[in-house]
């Protein structure tokens, strides 16, 4: 079942949203050498509980922190530590979600640490674009697949590969409703977009091959060749017309 958002429960979200977009600018801020991923987690829950929320990932599932940080080729779902030291040339993936309200918010980027790789810059910047590529499609009538067509053809044009493993959602009352969003797909298949849906709209784009292996922590996703891996994400709400970026702050998106 998808849930249809009526106009107060959007304005609940786009509250819920914001937040975590600040929360992620935070996280963002503090990337440096020698900060751990631990301190990341740490400033992440601080900054979504001293608003009055509770970080959303903090327990799902038995996950241990309030963000997910997880660097070079690593891809998703990484356990922060107090012993995971950040170092220049790193690319720092953070992905925070923050529930107030009834509602959730949710997002994620990566963030260069220091001087990176002129592959690890173009990785980066070609996730966040295929993103943006993605919700071109994010309106009301399009299929899911189109979304997730446009954001494969992007990415594959520059040299890389879309996770397959692992997809975008919905997101609302819950942290995973439906539908899946997948990143990659042909078009015009899929269920068809209605305004009042509002989805976490996230590529995850390896540098090589799309195989990944989940470590034995049971969370942390690698890149199976070890290449780098970046992720991008924002919660889109569809529109009459243009889709609305609601991880966003006073209108500027990470």
Excluded at 145 to 173: K, L, N, T, W
Excluded at 210 to 216: G, I, N, S
Aim: hydrophobic fraction near 35%.
């Amino acid at each position: 079942m998808i849930n249809i958002k009526s106009e107060h429960e959007l304005a609940l979200m786009r509250t819920a949203c914001r937040l975590t977009a600040v929360a992620r600018k935070a996280a963002a801020d503090a990337v440096r050498p020698g900060v751990t991923t631990g301190e990341i987690d740490r400033i992440v829950r601080k900054t979504i509980e001293d608003a009055g929320a509770t970080p959303s990932f903090l327990g799902y599932g038995g996950f241990p922190g309030s963000a997910c940080v997880s660097i070079n080729d690593e891809v998703i779902h990484g356990i922060p530590s107090p012993k995971r030291v950040i170092h220049e040339g790193d690319i720092v993936k953070v992905d925070v979600g923050a529930y107030i309200g009834g509602f959730h918010g949710d997002c994620a980027a990566t963030i260069p640490c220091g001087e990176v790789s002129e592959e690890a810059k173009k990785l980066i910047e070609v996730t966040r674009q295929s993103f943006y590529e993605g919700i071109r499609y994010a309106r009301e009538g399009c299929r899911i697949s189109d979304i997730s067509s446009a954001v494969q053809a992007y990415v594959e044009a520059h040299g890389f590969s879309v996770v397959r493993s692992y997809v975008g959602h919905g997101v609302g009352a819950a942290l995973h409703e439906s539908p899946e969003i997948p990143n990659f797909g042909r078009p015009g298949h899929g269920v068809r977009l209605q305004r009042g849906m509002t989805l976490a709209i996230e590529p995850m784009v390896n540098a090589g091959v799309y195989d990944v292996k989940v470590l034995p922590d049971g969370w942390t996703v690698k890149t199976r060749d070890g290449r780098l891996s970046a992720h991008y994400e924002n919660t889109v709400a569809i529109t009459d017309g243009e889709p609305e970026i609601l991880t966003n702050i006073d209108g500027e998106v990470l």
